[in-house]
Protein backbone atom coordinates (compact mmCIF):
# COMPACT_ATOMS: atom_id res chain seq x y z
CA UNK A 1 0.00 0.00 0.00
CA UNK A 2 1.55 3.35 -1.09
CA UNK A 3 1.78 6.07 1.38
CA UNK A 4 -1.38 8.71 1.58
CA UNK A 5 -0.15 11.57 -1.07
CA UNK A 6 0.97 15.16 0.30
CA UNK A 7 -1.58 17.86 -0.82
CA UNK A 8 -0.36 20.36 1.58
CA UNK A 9 1.08 22.45 -1.36
CA UNK A 10 -2.63 22.43 -3.24
CA UNK A 11 -4.86 22.61 -0.22
CA UNK A 12 -3.62 25.08 1.77
CA UNK A 13 -3.24 27.24 -0.61
CA UNK A 14 -7.23 26.96 -1.84
CA UNK A 15 -8.23 26.92 1.90
CA UNK A 16 -6.20 30.62 2.31
CA UNK A 17 -7.16 32.14 -1.29
CA UNK A 18 -11.09 31.30 -0.24
CA UNK A 19 -10.52 32.76 3.04
CA UNK A 20 -9.00 35.96 1.76
CA UNK A 21 -12.05 36.12 -0.75
CA UNK A 22 -14.61 35.41 1.93
CA UNK A 23 -12.35 38.20 4.51
CA UNK A 24 -12.46 40.75 1.47
CA UNK A 25 -16.41 40.59 0.71
CA UNK A 26 -17.51 40.34 4.16
CA UNK A 27 -14.58 41.64 6.70
CA UNK A 28 -13.07 39.58 9.55
CA UNK A 29 -15.36 39.70 11.85
CA UNK A 30 -18.06 38.49 9.99
CA UNK A 31 -15.66 35.60 8.17
CA UNK A 32 -16.59 32.06 9.87
CA UNK A 33 -14.55 28.99 9.59
CA UNK A 34 -18.09 27.21 7.79
CA UNK A 35 -18.00 30.66 5.49
CA UNK A 36 -14.21 29.67 4.23
CA UNK A 37 -15.09 25.84 4.04
CA UNK A 38 -18.08 26.18 1.66
CA UNK A 39 -16.08 28.99 -0.42
CA UNK A 40 -13.75 25.84 -0.89
CA UNK A 41 -15.58 23.38 -0.94
CA UNK A 42 -14.93 21.28 1.97
CA UNK A 43 -16.16 20.81 5.34
CA UNK A 44 -15.03 23.27 7.94
CA UNK A 45 -13.50 20.32 10.59
CA UNK A 46 -11.42 19.85 7.11
CA UNK A 47 -10.02 23.19 7.16
CA UNK A 48 -9.26 23.30 10.87
CA UNK A 49 -6.89 20.06 9.63
CA UNK A 50 -4.84 22.24 7.70
CA UNK A 51 -4.62 25.25 10.34
CA UNK A 52 -4.58 25.26 13.97
CA UNK A 53 -6.98 27.97 14.10
CA UNK A 54 -9.42 30.16 12.39
CA UNK A 55 -6.79 33.19 13.87
CA UNK A 56 -3.95 31.17 12.19
CA UNK A 57 -5.47 30.64 8.91
CA UNK A 58 -7.07 34.35 8.84
CA UNK A 59 -3.81 35.81 9.42
CA UNK A 60 -2.08 33.75 6.56
CA UNK A 61 -5.32 34.44 4.27
CA UNK A 62 -4.56 38.26 5.10
CA UNK A 63 -1.07 38.20 3.04
CA UNK A 64 -1.78 35.69 -0.13
CA UNK A 65 -3.51 38.37 -1.82
CA UNK A 66 -0.44 40.95 -0.93
CA UNK A 67 1.89 37.84 -2.34
CA UNK A 68 -0.14 37.65 -5.45
CA UNK A 69 -0.34 41.34 -6.59
CA UNK A 70 3.62 41.57 -5.80
CA UNK A 71 4.81 38.35 -8.09
CA UNK A 72 2.82 39.70 -10.84
CA UNK A 73 4.24 43.17 -9.98
CA UNK A 74 7.59 42.27 -9.93
CA UNK A 75 7.81 40.74 -12.91
CA UNK A 76 5.82 44.21 -14.76
CA UNK A 77 8.84 46.03 -13.07
CA UNK A 78 11.26 43.76 -14.26
CA UNK A 79 10.60 44.59 -17.93
CA UNK A 80 10.83 48.42 -17.62
CA UNK A 81 14.22 50.10 -17.41
CA UNK A 82 13.75 53.78 -16.06
CA UNK A 83 13.52 53.70 -12.48
CA UNK A 84 11.04 56.54 -12.71
CA UNK A 85 8.90 54.28 -14.79
CA UNK A 86 9.40 51.56 -12.90
CA UNK A 87 8.69 54.28 -9.66
CA UNK A 88 5.12 55.38 -11.83
CA UNK A 89 3.85 51.64 -12.32
CA UNK A 90 4.92 51.17 -8.65
CA UNK A 91 2.49 53.33 -7.67
CA UNK A 92 -0.34 53.04 -9.94
CA UNK A 93 -0.79 49.85 -9.55
CA UNK A 94 -0.99 50.15 -6.67
CA UNK A 95 -3.47 52.65 -6.69
CA UNK A 96 -5.36 51.04 -9.65
CA UNK A 97 -5.18 47.23 -9.24
CA UNK A 98 -4.52 46.76 -5.07
CA UNK A 99 -7.43 45.42 -3.53
CA UNK A 100 -7.22 47.86 0.02
CA UNK A 101 -10.41 45.69 1.59
CA UNK A 102 -7.86 42.82 2.70
CA UNK A 103 -4.80 45.52 3.36
CA UNK A 104 -8.01 47.03 6.00
CA UNK A 105 -8.58 43.82 7.20
CA UNK A 106 -4.47 43.28 8.48
CA UNK A 107 -4.30 46.61 10.16
CA UNK A 108 -7.45 46.33 11.77
CA UNK A 109 -6.48 43.17 13.33
CA UNK A 110 -2.99 43.88 13.51
CA UNK A 111 -4.76 46.30 16.65
CA UNK A 112 -5.54 43.53 18.64
CA UNK A 113 -3.36 40.32 17.22
CA UNK A 114 0.31 39.96 17.59
CA UNK A 115 0.85 37.36 14.68
CA UNK A 116 -0.75 39.83 12.09
CA UNK A 117 1.18 43.05 13.52
CA UNK A 118 3.90 41.15 12.39
CA UNK A 119 2.84 40.61 9.18
CA UNK A 120 1.47 44.02 8.94
CA UNK A 121 4.53 45.08 9.60
CA UNK A 122 6.80 42.89 7.57
CA UNK A 123 4.42 43.78 4.85
CA UNK A 124 4.80 47.43 5.48
CA UNK A 125 8.33 47.14 5.45
CA UNK A 126 8.23 45.37 1.82
CA UNK A 127 6.55 48.03 0.76
CA UNK A 128 8.50 50.90 1.45
CA UNK A 129 12.09 49.10 0.70
CA UNK A 130 10.98 48.54 -2.89
CA UNK A 131 9.79 52.43 -3.32
CA UNK A 132 13.03 53.36 -1.67
CA UNK A 133 15.14 50.83 -3.72
CA UNK A 134 13.67 52.20 -6.55
CA UNK A 135 14.65 55.66 -5.60
CA UNK A 136 18.41 54.37 -5.11
CA UNK A 137 18.06 53.03 -8.79
CA UNK A 138 16.50 56.65 -9.91
CA UNK A 139 19.59 58.53 -7.73
CA UNK A 140 22.22 56.39 -9.14
CA UNK A 141 21.12 56.85 -12.67
CA UNK A 142 20.50 60.41 -12.38
CA UNK A 143 16.29 60.74 -12.58
CA UNK A 144 15.69 61.62 -9.52
CA UNK A 145 17.60 64.38 -6.95
CA UNK A 146 19.51 63.46 -3.53
CA UNK A 147 16.84 63.13 -0.94
CA UNK A 148 16.93 60.90 1.61
CA UNK A 149 15.54 56.98 -0.46
CA UNK A 150 14.04 55.95 3.18
CA UNK A 151 12.27 59.27 3.84
CA UNK A 152 11.01 59.42 0.25
CA UNK A 153 9.70 56.16 0.53
CA UNK A 154 7.94 56.70 3.84
CA UNK A 155 6.15 59.26 2.33
CA UNK A 156 4.60 58.11 -0.73
CA UNK A 157 4.05 54.99 1.06
CA UNK A 158 2.11 56.93 2.97
CA UNK A 159 0.06 58.91 0.26
CA UNK A 160 -0.53 55.71 -1.69
CA UNK A 161 -2.35 54.51 1.56
CA UNK A 162 -4.35 57.28 1.99
CA UNK A 163 -5.49 57.11 -2.12
CA UNK A 164 -6.04 53.46 -2.19
CA UNK A 165 -9.38 53.62 -4.12
CA UNK A 166 -12.56 51.94 -2.54
CA UNK A 167 -13.89 48.89 -3.87
CA UNK A 168 -17.31 47.59 -3.99
Known amino acids: ?9 VRRPQLLEAAAGVIAERGIASTRIADVA ?15 SKDE ?3 EALTVDEERYYRGLTERLEALESPRDRLRLLLES ?7 RLWMEIWTR ?11 RRL ?7 IGELIRDGQRSGEFGEANPD ?4 VLASLAAVMLPERR
Request: aromatic fraction near 8%; proline fraction near 7%; glycine fraction near 2%.
Open 57 to 59: LLA
Open 110 to 120: ALRDRSTRHAR
Open 151 to 154: DVAL
Open 38 to 52: ERAGTSPPAVLYWFE
Open 94 to 100: SAEEYDS
Open 124 to 130: DQRWRKQ
Open 1 to 9: MSPRPQIDH
